[in-house]
């Protein structure tokens, strides 16, 4: 077999490997200031925070504060707390943008279309009847008429509202 001389595609490599250094989940754990890294909501084990880089208006992730590549790895308390979030962040998404469904889903490993594989994450994305296919979704042929700051401003306070309520058990 040839063997492909691509050097543009290891400089692109090296490019993506140092951008991925910083984690931006650990990141978030972290920020002092929540609008810093766009942190909807932080939990005891778990936080919420916008993707930069949605796929639809109220684009969310929900993630781990502990850096696990799998939830395999992960405590049964932050399993259960990110479980009993959902239903929350689907009414939230709900009331603010009355989507007519929703994409769930986590990408485990690189392969799997992780842009952050070691540290795990729930997508959660609104959906609207006519809105782009998953496939254009991915082509890049995203419709985003909202701004994250804007986006933010009107989650924060529905999630912090029901979430502060505590009636979720691990909170
Ligand atoms: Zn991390």
Redesign the pocket.
Known sequence: MRPLFTPWRKRYLERVDEEMQT?I??AA?QAADPRERWVLFRGRWNLIMLNLYPYSNGHMMIAPLT?WASPTEASPEALTEMALWIPVVLEVLHEAYRPHGFNLGMNLGRCAGAG?A??YHLHVLPRWEGDTNFMATVAETRLIPEDIPTTFDRLRPLLEARLRRGTYPTG
């Open positions: 984690c989940f650990c754990a850096h952050f070691d540290h």
